[in-house]
């Protein structure tokens, strides 16, 4: 089992920044991809970010590429998303997932466990 719990959420204005932070336990965090969905009101949850195990690969949907940026410290068991530019958009439940392979995917059936989310509210 890995248990996973996001911090960083809050109210921002339009064009403002966040950092999501995941923090992991149980199993070794190394040994798993990671990634960023994002769930808004009466939507579906759609994919954010990925990485794999190391940190070397990552992947951006094209609604945050050049806006958000995800990383790791596997020191620390700790997933990181750091959002520029913020949108209205934007403005979802953030959750942090643990992959099934050491690889990030783009799909969500691809990821074993999850966080229980972290609200983001962009205000235009």
């Known amino acids: 089992q890995v248990q996973l719990v996001e911090s960083g959420g809050g109210l921002v204005q339009a064009g403002g920044s966040l950092r999501l932070s995941c923090a992991a336990s149980?199993?070794?965090?190394?040994?798993?991809?990671m990634g960023w969905f994002r769930q808004a009101p009466g939507k579906e949850r759609e994919f954010v970010a990925a990485?794999?195990?190391?940190?070397?690969?990552?992947v951006n949907s094209n609604s945050v590429n050049g806006r958000f940026t995800i990383s790791r410290d596997n020191a620390k068991n700790t997933l990181y998303l750091k959002m520029s530019s913020l949108k209205p958009e934007d403005t979802a439940v953030y959750y942090c997932?643990?992959?099934?392979?050491?690889?990030?995917?783009?799909?969500?059936?691809?990821?074993?466990?999850w966080g229980q989310g972290t609200q983001v509210t962009v205000s235009s």
């Open positions: 990485i794999n195990w190391s940190g070397t690969g990552a």
């Open positions: 997932a643990a992959g099934r392979t050491q690889d990030g995917t783009m799909l969500s059936e691809d990821y074993e466990y």
């Open positions: 149980g199993r070794t965090f190394s040994n798993y991809a």
